[in-house]
Structure formats: C-alpha cells, structure tokens
C-alpha cells in the first residue's frame, strides 16, 4: 500500500493581504510524524505526516503569531501530538482536546496544565461514531471549573436537534466551519438562520472557516463569502477565524494564500479583521497564555 499523499500544499502562495500584528489560526491540526505520534487503531482517516515544523514554517509566511490546534480524530484521544506543538511555542499556541466524555477530572488537569483550554466533540458522519451529545453537555459542568469551553462540528442537518441541548452547556460554545452549511442553498436556508438565532445567544462563538469545506465551487470559493461575512457583520465580536491546515478530507488541495486572501471580502474592513484575527482571540484564548510547570 502506498503512503497517502499529504493534503496541504507544497508550496502556498504568499498573500496580498497583511495580517494583524498578532493574527491568530484559531483552527488547525497536526498529523505525527507517525513514528513519534502513532495514528489511533480505530482512526477514521489516515493522513500523510503533517508535522509542527511545518505548520510554524506556514506562519511565519502568513505572518500568523497565534494558534489553536485542534486534536484530530486520527489521533484519538492520545493528545501528546497537540501537547508537543503547543509546548515549542512557549504560550503562543493553545490547543484543544479531544477526550471521552467520561474522562477523569485529574486527566483534564494535567491537559490544562499542558495548554489545552477546550474540548471537541464531532457529530460528522464521516468522522465515526463518538460520544452523543447528552454525554458532551454533561461533561461540560466540569469543564466550566477549568474555565474551558465546548467546540463541536456538526452536519447542519443537526443544528436542529443539536440547539436545545447546546442551550444547556455550562461553558462557552465554539461552532466550527459555519455549522456546515450548504452555500449553494443562499443564505435564507433554515439551517444558517438557526445558526443566526444560535448565535443570539451571547455564550456562543462561531469559526468562519472552512469556506472551501461548504463551497459548492471552486476556489476562491465565492459563494461561501456571504456566509462568513454576514457572521462577521452580526456577531463581529464572536468569530474567530481559522486555516483548517492541513485540509483533510478535501478532494482538492487549497492555497492557505488564497484562504488568507479571502479575508479582506469576509471582513472587510481593518476593524473587523483586527476584532476577528487579533481582540477576539486574545479574550477568548487569553493569549498569550502562562504555561504551567
């Protein structure tokens, strides 16, 4: 069997438009290197190696100084990969855990101190069966002592039945790649308008990524811009925005050049950029953040 081919570009190209000092990914994985950080048995995916050193070289290019890394399902719940990215950047990068619902209070402590500040659960057919969402809102009651906060991904079909329940977290909500909604069905489809009347709710945080993963086009992806712009424009001060590097799971690679670009049309003003890349991530993340011992 060949190795799988990595699903990141060779060779971005470098924006037109100039970050923020102090610009943040809110959104990104990293995969091994497989030696070091063995992909999980039961892992629904297997990447090629997509390894720290080569997301920080991406930064340093997009001119990026802060950043989330999310723990990926390949992975499972062994963290260490996500751990040993944030520990090289020295409370510049945080990290977000995936974790079983029923995992111990000491096992969440020793995360904390390592610079995790959240959990993800995923409600994405293609990401395998875990943990429902009953069990994510419980556990949330005990995320609120670490002062941590929620980050789900889920089919826009869910956003239904998920809403109610997401009501009920005891901690902040982060909803990743615009709820997935279908761009090729406008911006009056029901699925987005719940997301909207979500979003009313000042407990909840939405990532105004992946406009490649919801796009019915190709690149630049046009017709996903009015999503992340209208989310910008109502919930300014709760988006965040994120690379999704390395783009799993796409049939097409995209240029994290390009992704940068599409910034000056999904905010376009500085204000609404510096709120989105640099102020709301501060706040939310509490960058820089003090590594414990």
């Known amino acids: 069997m060949t190795d799988p081919q990595p699903s990141f570009h060779p060779s971005p190209s470098r924006p037109r438009l100039r970050l923020p000092s102090g610009a943040c990914d809110a959104h990104v994985h990293v995969f091994g290197p497989k030696v070091i950080f063995p992909f999980a048995e039961n892992r629904p995916f297997t990447p090629a190696d997509a390894p720290k050193e080569k997301l920080f070289a991406l930064h340093a290019m997009l001119g990026i100084g802060h950043c989330v890394i999310v723990q990926s399902t390949c992975h499972g719940f062994d963290n260490r990969v996500v751990a040993d990215a944030i520990a090289a950047k020295k409370g510049d990068y945080c990290g977000v855990a995936l974790v079983p619902a029923t995992v111990g209070d000491a096992e969440l402590r020793r995360l904390d101190a390592l610079g995790f500040c959240g959990v993800r659960f995923n409600f994405m057919k293609h990401l395998g069966k875990g943990a429902g969402i009953e069990a994510a809102i419980d556990l949330s009651a005990r995320l609120a002592k670490l002062g941590w906060h929620l980050q789900v991904h889920f089919e826009a079909s869910l956003i239904e039945e998920l809403t109610p329940w997401l009501k009920r977290s005891a901690v902040p909500v982060v909803i990743d790649h615009m709820g997935r909604v279908d761009a090729s069905l406008g911006l009056e489809q029901p699925a987005f308008r719940r997301l909207l009347d979500l979003m009313c709710d ?92």
């Open 202 to 293: 000042p407990r909840f945080w939405v990532k105004v990524s992946g406009s490649e993963r919801i796009s019915r086009e190709a690149a630049p992806w046009e017709d996903a811009i009015p999503f992340a712009r209208t989310l910008v424009s109502e919930f300014g001060e709760r988006t965040l925005w994120g690379s999704d590097w390395p783009h799993p799971n796409l049939a097409a690679v995209p240029d994290d050049g390009v992704l940068v670009d599409l910034l000056s049309e999904i905010a376009p003003s500085e204000t609404q950029r510096r709120a989105l890349l640099v102020e709301n991530p501060k706040r939310f993340y509490r960058f820089p953040r003090k590594l414990k011992p």
